[in-house]
């Protein structure tokens, strides 16, 4: 069983940046890929960007592919997105979420375990 808990999201000029943080629960968390989901209001939740259980492979959407760094610190059980140059569009509930299965790079919901209960992203113009 793994917890989540996101933080670091908050209201932002376009253009600004910020860090969210995902906090997992359990000692087994480094045998987990993670990754980073959000959903604008209306609309349906989109991939944002994984991790490898190690740290080593990191994967983007085209939407944020040198905007954003997903990262992780295994000692600290915890996963960051990094979230530069934000947009008006960025705006959404970020979730992090787990996936259990030993591989990494998956997009969609129903590849990860385990989620958080998100926090929200505004950007403003």
């Known amino acids: 069983q793994v917890q989540l808990v996101e933080s670091g999201g908050g209201l932002v000029p376009a253009g600004n940046s910020l860090r969210l943080s995902c906090a997992a629960s359990?000692?087994?968390?480094?045998?987990?890929?993670m990754g980073w989901f959000r959903q604008a209001p209306g609309k349906e939740r989109e991939f944002v960007a994984a991790i490898s259980w190690s740290g080593r492979s990191t994967y983007y959407a085209d939407s944020v592919k040198g905007r954003f760094t997903i990262s992780r610190d295994n000692a600290k059980n915890t996963v960051y997105l990094q979230m530069n140059s934000l947009k008006p569009e960025d705006t959404a509930v970020y979730y992090c979420?787990?996936?259990?299965?030993?591989?990494?790079?998956?997009?969609?919901?129903?590849?990860?375990?385990?989620w958080g209960q998100g926090t929200q992203v505004t950007v403003s113009s």
């Open positions: 359990g000692r087994t968390f480094s045998r987990y890929a």
């Open positions: 979420a787990a996936d259990g299965s030993g591989y990494d790079n998956r997009h969609y919901l129903d590849d990860y375990d385990y």
